[in-house]
């Protein structure tokens, strides 16, 4: 299973990023897939997920409103829309994969992880 995480970099607070997830080597239909985030000196944190089948999503507090996950079957990518970005939300942003998990928030629950992508919000 590899998952690739791109579509980070430099932006203005206030403005918006798209990050992807690519992911390949099996069907992941049943999958929950999940993006985290870590800035320096922190934990890892959830971020939001998605179950892949039903489209289900689920947001941290710290970004419900600005934040938004989708999915494209067909390309197997999974998608995370940042928008109204803030300097806290400068991190390195990972996607990562859980097969049927029902703790979405966990990272301890995820099975695969992507290389993480680097947002950096500043002015």
């Known amino acids: 299973v590899q998952l690739q995480a791109s579509g980070g970099g430099l932006v203005q607070p206030g403005g918006s990023l798209r990050l992807s997830c690519a992911a390949s080597?099996?069907?992941?239909?049943?999958?929950?897939m999940g993006w985290f985030r870590q800035a320096p000196g922190k934990e890892r944190e959830f971020v939001g997920a998605?179950?892949?089948?039903?489209?289900?999503?689920a947001y941290a507090d710290s970004v419900k409103g600005r934040f938004s996950i989708s999915r494209d079957n067909a390309k197997n990518t999974v998608y995370l829309q940042m928008n109204s970005l803030k300097v806290e939300d400068t991190a390195v942003y990972y996607c990562?994969?859980?097969?049927?998990?029902?703790?979405?928030?966990?990272?301890?629950?995820?099975?695969?992880w992507g290389q993480g992508t680097l947002v950096t919000v500043s002015s």
């Open positions: 080597g099996r069907t992941f239909s049943r999958y929950v």
């Open positions: 998605i179950y892949w089948r039903g489209g289900n999503t």
């Open positions: 990562a994969a859980a097969d049927g998990t029902s703790d979405w928030p966990s990272p301890s629950t995820y099975d695969y």
